[in-house]
């Protein structure tokens, strides 16, 4: 795969594809089963894998909680319905990381236990790839071998999504956006969080605020002039009200700011130095609050994702 910001690479996902995150805790937005995801969801991420007193090895199993909240919904279920999801077509990846994550990668050592670790969840439950969030600081440098020693052991079909800060993709000096370009040719997409942010520079050097058009268009550009390809990126929102401290917008806007950039139109005041015809969609925090809010986010971005060139 050459090394321009044009084109696109295998994937096991559509061309385009909506991410969201599925709840293994229980918190206001409320306990569902990944039966019980709505079938507008293409990649699904369970949230989350967690650290162990191992460095950089990874678990997971059915939240206690969250079983007795939906009757009794053990690892078993789970498993089971995962495997529904992708006999309809759908992917499920684990998410490792999350704001109070504590997986540390940093050396050989602990890469090693990294890839071991997710390697023998995957065959264990059936995952299909790893989202990496680690909101406490990553390593590019570790966190990469580990995930092209996952690679050489999964093959190409193994998933890859990142899910960065906005503060962390500011810069191609970030070990963030470091990591994503180190990986770029098995990475799969980097669906940053534009949200909980405040104000970032946009790739104008301009100022923007969360929750408009001009800071996911300005913040996308970024990324998509520095090195990933469109199909590398995709817009990270809130489900609506409850989802995060700040960044919530309309689902509507969210198609605003992809015409924007697969199109040129519907901007706000930015414009982006060209468009991007292969930008690859959305993701949002998450399923529960989706749904928990009337399933708006899914069933507005979704279909419109198809109208994209």
Known sequence: MSGTTTGCTSSPLPRRFLTGYWHDFVNEAGALRLSEVPDEYDLIAVAFGEATARPGEVTFRVDPELSDALGGYGDAQFKADLAALQAAGKKVILSVGGERGAIRVSDAASA??????????????????????????????????????????????????????????????GSYFRLALDIKDILTVVHMQ???????????????????????????????????????VALGLPAGPGAAGGGVVAPSMVNDALDCLAKGVRCGSFTPPRTYPGIRGAMTWSINWDVANGGGFARTVRPHLDTLP
């Open 112 to 173: 090693q236990r990294f890839t071991d670790s997710v390697h023998a969840l995957m065959t264990e439950y059936g995952f299909d790839g790893v989202d990496i969030d680690l909101e406490n600081g990553l390593n590019p440098t570790s966190m990469g071998q580990a995930l092209r020693a996952l690679h050489a052991r999964t093959g190409d079909d193994l998933i890859i999504t990142m899910a960065p800060q906005t503060i962390d993709m500011q810069s191609t000096a």
């Open 194 to 232: 534009y949200y909980n942010s405040g104000t970032m520079l946009g790739c104008d050097q301009q100022v923007h605020g969360q929750g408009t058009v001009d800071f996911m268009t300005a913040l996308a550009c970024i990324q998509l002039e520095n090195g990933l390809r469109p199909d590398q």
